[in-house]
């Protein structure tokens, strides 16, 4: 029955071109405008770390002064270097760093390359670890030569790609601000989407080129990238003694097992603020913070409201598509009252015409399905030709384009219930009289 | 012509009459919101920096053979270095001026602090950003000053990256100078930097300078700009060249080239564009509004075109449908004219109930963007055009089938189908 059905929709399609292609047409619009937006959302909303994220904790302290104070406001989103210090000291959780970001310039030893500046991370040894950076020469470095200052360097697969034509690198020496470092790690290519560790840089910014021990970065005075916040008297616009300055610069990681020892890790955030009051350090009531990576990533509003909003566009005009399929479909199926009349006077049943009804919009629903993806690939083809710095990952994956079909499908075929029952309200004797 | 009959046949097309209004009514709703939006992205775009944009550009670099920071002496040899860059731009036959300066405006890189009119107090009274340069900034960003004077090269302090000595003479914008003096008399007058104690005088009021910051916090002190004439002098430094009028190109191709013949052993932000245009900055600072506001105006138009095919079609449907009952019409003496009118007031019919709908709906959705999206309220005026624009695309959608039932001969009502 349902090859006749097809066998009926396809040349009741074909007898009104004009009217096929506009439903076809409109469907697709629909379907692959929403499909773009939603492809783009669903690349920015996505797990950095789906193994580990629930894990991973970002905490958060309150080291401001009384200025501007207000009672449970959400403390600063970076920690001084005393607190880092402190906190990484602690050892409280299974692995823990610290980090900031920043640049440094490469000196090529090649006479034809100009020094260029890279993108740095100055950060300690569990960053490797916790953040399962792939590597594809060498290893990371350990804490005897964060405490050492070592001149050590992990540089990433493209920088190595550039100086050192790809070979395995470690042990070479690299020069940087007039300084010669060990490169003993090369790292794989590693892009956590979005830039998790330090949303400052750029939410959606590929992974830096450099990684230096954080200690080192600080002996050498190397350039910061990043937000920073000063308060009181101690803050100023100096590099220098950020060491010492009541500034917020560094992001603080802890890598803990469980839900208990997550519980545990906040009395001891609790505890330490408590005691830094004590101390005179601190002067706000303690007010701490601890959440999951992707708890982290909603604070800090990630996904970019425009794309948000786009994908509500997107859904508001597949709507407005969907009432036109149906107004079209509607007047299509009525204007057919006669020949459903016969069919019914023939023996087919109300179910049966509304299968066979229902068939033809099913048709419709996969030919807009396809042109759909195909205006989806090419939606999201435009996207990638934007500069935005998400733009390079826009790309629909295998349950995105299974997504698509079933929502093509599925929109064409609740467009086509209302046409499809009135359509086989008609009563047989009244068509066949007018006949 | 009277109505009653257009009504009573309309009755007939129940779903289709509902349908064809609901999809006007989501149009209208989503239209309107939509151009709302590139609006507000076009004002933010033109907002003006009160900088002279044209013959503008920046260079961002640093040395890599910069003396580290910790050994004497090193201030004086990298102030040196900076002002042997100063003095071969300046002698570039394309450039006008040159001033080192820590930002420029639409650039996103900005130190934002609180001024007080009272070191005691402990709430700022305006939040400010900081531009530090020397004497030529003002002339080269094209600044106009309103009140005071301007910097000479007595006030410029040289400092290194390490010593923040406070200069005792500032020049503010006038959004500054009003907020504080609202008398217009800032200039002579001493404010105070967050947690200090040491009194700043304002010698100078400029008409008007953006903020570097773009997002939406640092628009709530949009043109809170002050100027510190500090010479900073590190192992970076960014310099304004304005090129002489209609030389641009030609100055931003000479002033690397100048640069890396006074010392190559230096890096550009970006080594593909050492120099960048203003016009470029602003560009890269507004792109995603721009990507915005064309994607809006992408469907507004390809929604506007599906609901004019949407009313082509049904109509259409409905003119075959009638096709017995306009030739009943026409042979009882009704004109071409008459069955035009006819098909078009009653678009005029659904597309009004359509645009009331979609006036609700769209001051509904407006509610919901402010609420979810930080918008504004957006005035009626928006709504008022959608509904006519609607109005208006209904007519001409509905023209062409309107014209073909007005076709119909006659004689078809003798005809039995």
Redesign the interface.
């Known amino acids: 029955m349902f090859g006749y059905y097809l066998d009926l929709a396809l040349r009741s399609l074909r007898r009104n071109k004009m009217?096929t292609a506009?439903m076809v047409l409109?469907i697709a619009?629909g379907i692959g405008?929403c499909m773009t937006t939603f492809t783009v959302l669903h690349v920015l909303s996505g797990d950095p770390l789906p193994d580990k994220s629930a894990r991973l904790f970002y905490p958060q302290v309150d080291p401001l002064d009384?200025?501007?104070y207000e009672a449970g406001k959400e403390p600063e989103r970076q920690v001084t270097w005393i607190d880092g210090m402190n906190l990484l000291k602690a050892k409280r959780g299974e692995r823990q760093a610290l980090m900031t970001g920043g640049a440094v310039?490469v000196?090529p030893t090649q006479s034809s390359m100009?020094?260029?500046?890279s993108d740095a991370r100055y950060t300690t040894a569990d960053f490797f670890p916790m953040f399962e950076t792939p590597f594809l020469y060498g290893h990371g470095w350990s804490e005897a030569e964060d405490d050492g200052k070592a001149r050590v360097a992990v540089i990433s697969r493209s920088l190595n790609d550039k100086l050192f034509d790809g070979k395995d690198s470690t042990n070479q020496i690299l020069r940087m601000?007039?300084t010669a470092f060990r490169v003993i790690g090369v790292l794989d290519n590693w892009r956590p989407n979005p830039h998790f560790y330090d949303l400052n840089m750029g939410q959606y910014s590929v992974a830096e080129d450099v990684f230096l021990p954080l200690a080192t970065s600080r002996d050498?005075?190397l350039?910061r990238n990043g937000s920073r916040n000063c308060?009181?008297?101690g803050?100023?616009?100096?590099?220098?003694?950020l060491e010492v300055a009541t500034c917020v610069w560094l992001q603080f990681w802890v890598q803990l097992q469980s839900a208990d020892k997550a519980a545990d890790y906040r009395t001891f955030l609790d505890n330490y603020s408590k005691e830094q009051k004590a101390l005179g350090r601190f002067e706000r009531p303690s007010n701490v913070r601890l959440s999951n990576l992707m708890e982290w990533l909603d604070v800090n509003k990630v996904v970019?409201?425009?794309v948000?909003?786009?994908s509500w566009?997107?859904l508001?005009?597949l709507?407005?598509?969907l009432?036109?399929t149906?107004?079209?479909m509607?007047?299509?199926f009525?204007?057919r009252s006669g020949e459903l009349g016969v069919r019914r006077a023939l023996g087919a049943s109300r179910r049966e015409v509304f299968m066979q009804l229902l068939v033809e919009a099913g048709v419709i629903g996969l030919a807009g399905g396809v042109g759909g993806v195909l205006l989806a690939y090419l939606g999201l083809w435009l996207v990638r030709l934007?500069?935005?710095d998400y733009a390079s990952l826009a790309h629909l994956d295998l349950p995105m384009l299974l997504i698509t079909f079933v929502l093509a499908i599925t929109a064409s075929l609740l467009s086509g219930l209302?046409p499809a029952w009135?359509a086989c309200q008609i009563t047989p004797a009244l068509q066949l009289k007018?006949? | 012509m009277s109505v009653s009959p257009i009504l009573s046949a309309l009755r007939r097309h129940k779903?289709?009459v509902v349908?064809?209004g609901?999809?006007i009514a989501?149009?209208l709703?989503?239209v309107c919101n939509?151009i709302f939006?590139i609006g507000e992205r076009i004002e933010r775009m033109n907002r003006p920096t009160g900088i002279v944009e044209r013959d503008l550009f920046l260079i961002q670099q640093?040395w890599?053979?910069a003396p580290?920071?910790?050994i004497e002496g090193s201030s004086q040899k990298l102030g040196a270095m900076q002002q042997e860059d100063l003095l071969a731009l300046r002698q570039l036959a394309d450039v006008e001026s040159v001033a080192p300066t820590t930002s420029m405006p639409l650039l996103d890189s900005s130190?934002n602090?609180g001024i007080r009119l009272d070191p005691e107090q402990?709430?700022q009274t305006a939040r400010v950003s900081f531009y530090l340069g020397d004497e030529q900034l003002l002339p080269t960003l094209g600044l106009r000053l309103v009140a005071g004077r301007t910097f000479t090269s007595a006030d410029i302090l040289h400092q290194g990256?390490?010593?923040?000595r406070q200069p005792p003479v500032v020049i503010v914008t006038k959004a500054i100078a009003d907020l504080l003096f609202p008398h217009g008399d800032a200039v002579g007058k001493v404010v105070y930097l967050?947690?200090?104690h040491k009194p700043i005088t304002i010698i100078g009021v400029v008409e008007r300078l953006q903020v570097p910051g773009l997002n939406r916090w640092t628009a709530s002190f949009a043109y809170n700009s002050v100027v510190l004439p500090i010479q900073r002098e590190g192992?970076?430094a960014f310099y304004a060249v304005r090129a002489k009028p209609g030389r641009l190109q030609a100055a931003m191709q000479a002033a690397p080239a100048a640069l890396y013949k006074v010392n190559?052993?230096?890096?550009f932000?970006d080594?593909k564009t050492p120099a960048q245009s203003f016009a470029a900055i602003r560009a890269?600072a507004y792109?995603?509004d721009i990507?915005?506001a064309i994607?809006?105006g992408a469907?507004c138009l390809?929604?506007l075109g599906?609901?004019a095919?949407?009313i082509v079609?049904?109509t259409s449907?409905?003119v075959?449908?009638r096709q017995h009952q306009i030739g009943i019409r026409r042979a009882l003496g009704a004109r071409r004219i008459d069955i035009l009118r006819y098909f078009q007031t009653e678009n005029l019919l659904i597309a009004s109930g359509g645009a009331m709908v979609g006036l609700v709906l769209a001051f509904i959705l407006n509610l919901w963007?402010i609420r979810h999206?930080?918008m504004s309220r957006m005035p009626l005026i928006y709504v008022l055009t959608g509904v006519v624009a609607v109005l208006v695309l209904g007519q001409l959608a509905v023209f062409v089938p309107a014209r073909r039932a007005s076709m119909v001969p006659p004689v078809v009502a003798t005809r039995s189908?």
């Open positions: 009217l506009l409109a619009l405008a009384m200025d501007g310039p000196q100009d020094p260029f500046f601000k007039d050498l005075n350039a308060w009181g008297k803050g100023g616009n100096d590099d220098e003694h970019p409201s425009d948000r909003l786009q566009l997107a508001g005009f709507m407005v598509c009432v036109n149906v107004g079209l509607l007047a299509k009525l204007r934007q500069p935005a209302l009135r007018s006949q | 779903a289709g349908l064809i609901l999809q989501l149009t709703a989503i939509a939006i640093a890599v053979n580290s920071e910790e130190w602090e402990q709430q990256l390490r010593d923040i967050a947690g200090t192992f970076f190559p052993l230096r890096v932000a080594i890269r792109r995603d990507g915005m994607l809006m469907v390809i929604l599906v609901t095919a949407g079609g049904l449907f409905w075959g449908q963007l999206y930080e189908v």
